[in-house]
């Protein structure tokens, strides 16, 4: 079974590496719309420059266009496309749903990867990609082989999965630290990376800090799996990391243990971890990077710099010589899809020994120094004839440089139609308020006025759903990993059974799910919906109204088109994070923990965490979001969305908002009245 190593490229120097070191692809960004902004990345002429020379040696090239984009940019993403139709690019890697709606209206040759940022982390998941049109999901850093097994085996997708690099503490796609503590948003390719800083969790320092990942001696197991492609972190790393991992994969695949020591010097957090992959989710995940890190990579870099200063001779070629009397020789050179042909001076007639195969075999096999290897070689040869082995030698170069030309040659993809910016819609009424629970002892005298009720699937019961009605909103989990979707689905039947007619859900596998058991969809702020695209796509799945992200401002808000109600978060600490391994996480493991704990900064502030059944966490800021006071036109509704409080201040801040009244200590505005970077 063969697979692809896929591997990071943040500059030409990064790409070079990469391809010499035998990667099958390469992912690099634009200067716009990707993932790691911050990078040298390419575009317009770099960009066709780059797929030129990954094409001639018989490598692809992926995009990432995978960050969340608002209304006023529409108009640049479709510029986007067009120069990505012209340089002949292999695929885009995609998070927001408008960008791939884009491309598949105006470029619908185009294939399209479900970028990571979309949280696909199970088969429903998957199912959803491949229904919208994705040819392959990047699935989650947190699964194990197995979990990859199962949605390998339930789906026809492409599964790409991360191989080897740096881990974020959340779940990807799901992160919002970055923006709201300093406006740098990692759904926006910006993210500053706080959680690398010394957040701690009782005594013990760097809590929100993971080791890097490296599953290389896993890829055995991978293949198995059903993996198509292997993903190496690091487009902002060094080209010698970008060449150790290449290298270090190869082996694996090729059935050796792959020796780590030169990757692990080049670049590493205190080590490696497997932790995910194995399932085994404890504290010797987490490290940060230190001097000694830093110090190991200055010893082999030279070594691994040398192992790809010259091309990597991976395309093979067959070749038919022909020298024969009162003709001109000639060259044909194919790859098995191109052909060349080139011709030499005439030959003379042999003084002594003529041409024959060991000859020719012996000049036509130097590709030294070229993207080729001679595989095999024909020739019809005239014995009685002299052909100077310099002729040879220049026939063979112009053969193989001629054949480069023709395999690097861009082959466009037709860009249709023309943008259409979404108009603006009118201004809305003023909203309705309704209210998110944690848990039913939030319950508070009052909360019946709210226009719908958010509740956890797992505090729903009986006498609830009797009680709200139709006000009841049974709010998904955010995370459902492989080995928990049947359960889900059969609690979903059950409440179904006893009266439950809506459901809330974050992510396009839930979403799914709850079309396919014929419940009234609501849409999660962890839908990352920004745009009118977005908006009126999650429509067409399904969604009866929509909390929009949290990481969008008021203005922004206010010119959304479409006729589906969408409303934002008015109140609550903030869902920043989500993870698989809790930050707080005890030695002796999660027996004792009582499903609340928290984290500190160098300020003092403290952040709470909130486990959910032991599946995952939340961590939460420590100040609340509080609008009551504001006036917010452009939504239909405002959730105040309730986690750490009690009954009391629930109760106390819902009385505070049908009163306009302003907060009293400290709180936020979030991004709403903020420019999101």
Known sequence: MSVEILAPAGGWEQLIAAVRSGADAVYLGTKAFNARRNAENFSGESLTEAVK????????????????????ELALVYDEIEMLAVSGVDAVIVQDLAVAELFRRHCPPMPLHASTQLTIHNLEGALAAEELGFSRVVLARELSIEEIKKICAGTKIEIEIFVHGALCMCVSGQ?????????????????????????????????????????????????????????IEGRMKRPEYAA?????????????????????????????????ITGKRDLTMFGHRTKDDVKAAGAVLGEIASAYRNE?????????????????????????????????????????????????????????????????????????????????????????EDLLEVRSRIIPKEVSGQFVQPPVK??????????RLENQNQLFEGIGQADKIYIPIDEINPSLIDKFGD??????????????????????????????????????????????????????????ILNSIALKKYESLGLADTILSYEINLGDVAVLDGEIKRGIIGYGHLPLMIFRNCPAKEKNGCGKCTGQKEISDRTGARFKILCANREYSTLHNHIPLY???????????????????????????WEKYLSGAPCQGKFTRGL???KLI
């Open 53 to 72: 020379y990954c094409h001639g040696r018989g490598v692809n090239v992926y995009v990432t266009v995978n960050t969340l984009v608002k209304d006023s």
């Open 426 to 435: 009118k201004q809305k009424q003023i909203p309705k308020f309704r209210v």
């Open 312 to 400: 990597l001779s991976r395309v093979p070629v067959d070749m038919k010589l022909n020298i024969k009397e009162d003709e001109n020789p000639s060259l044909e050179v194919s790859d098995g899809d191109h052909t060349v042909i080139v011709f030499g001076d005439m030959p003379e007639p042999a003084k002594t020994k003529g041409v024959d195969y060991e000859f020719v075999l012996k000049s036509l096999s130097k590709t030294g120094g070229t993207p080729f290897t001679l595989r095999t070689l024909t020739a019809d040869l005239d014995g009685a004839l002299m052909f100077p082995p310099a002729k040879l030698n220049a026939m063979r170069k112009q053969g193989l």
């Open 175 to 231: 992160c919002y630290f970055s923006s709201i503590l300093g406006e740098r948003s990692g759904n926006r390719g910006l993210c500053a990376q706080p959680c690398r800083l010394d957040f701690k969790s009782g005594e013990r320092g760097y809590a929100l800090s993971l080791k890097d990942m490296s599953h290389i001696n896993h890829i055995g197991a991978l293949m198995y799996a059903g993996v198509s492609s292997l993903k």
């Open 244 to 276: 150790a991992a290449v290298m270090a994969c190869r082996e694996a695949i090729a059935g050796k243990t792959a020796d780590l020591t030169n990757l692990q010097a080049v670049f590493s957090r205190s080590g490696f971890t497997q932790g995910y």
């Open 471 to 528: 006000k009841l909103i049974c709010e998904l989990p955010r995370l459902v990993f492989p080995m928990k979707e049947e359960r889900l689905a059969k609690r979903l039947e059950e409440l179904k059974k006893q009266g439950v007619k809506n459901l809330c859900a974050g992510n396009i596998g839930t979403v799914r799910l709850a079309k396919q058991m014929g419940f009234t969809l609501h849409g999660g702020f962890d839908l990352n």
């Open 627 to 653: 609008l009551a006071d504001k006036k917010v036109q452009g939504i239909d509704f405002m959730t105040l969305y309730f986690t750490v409080e009690d009954r009391r201040e629930c109760k106390k801040i």
């Open 672 to 674: 709403y009245y903020r």
